[in-house]
């Protein structure tokens, strides 16, 4: 077994919900290993973040959680 491997993301993307600041939830619908370990992973819309406290919170929990590592 392979050790793992920091994600890694090419390029800037394409913006999937056009030009917004608000964070969106998401869940994983799908995914599937192809290759050599590259993941595909099939994102849903799961609704609207309740409130600006909740985003907050979420984003200093993110830190934590960064700092951590």
Same mark, same amino acid.
């Given at each position: 077994?392979?050790?793992?491997?920091?994600?890694?993301?090419?390029?800037?993307?394409?913006?999937?919900?056009?030009?917004?600041?608000?964070?969106?939830?998401? !869940?994983?619908?799908? %995914?599937? /290993?192809?290759?050599?370990?590259? /993941? &595909?992973? &099939?994102?849903? !819309?799961?609704?609207?973040?309740?409130?600006?406290?909740? !985003?907050?919170?979420?984003?200093? %929990?993110? &830190?934590?959680?960064?700092?951590?590592?």
């Amino acid at each position: 077994m392979s050790s793992p491997r920091p994600a890694v993301v090419l390029g800037s993307g394409k913006r999937l919900f056009g030009d917004t600041t608000d964070k969106k939830r998401l !869940r994983l619908a799908d %995914s599937k /290993t192809v290759g050599d370990g590259i /993941t &595909i992973l &099939i994102f849903q !819309r799961a609704g609207e973040v309740a409130n600006r406290e909740a !985003r907050e919170g979420d984003n200093r %929990s993110a &830190i934590r959680a960064d700092r951590r590592c």
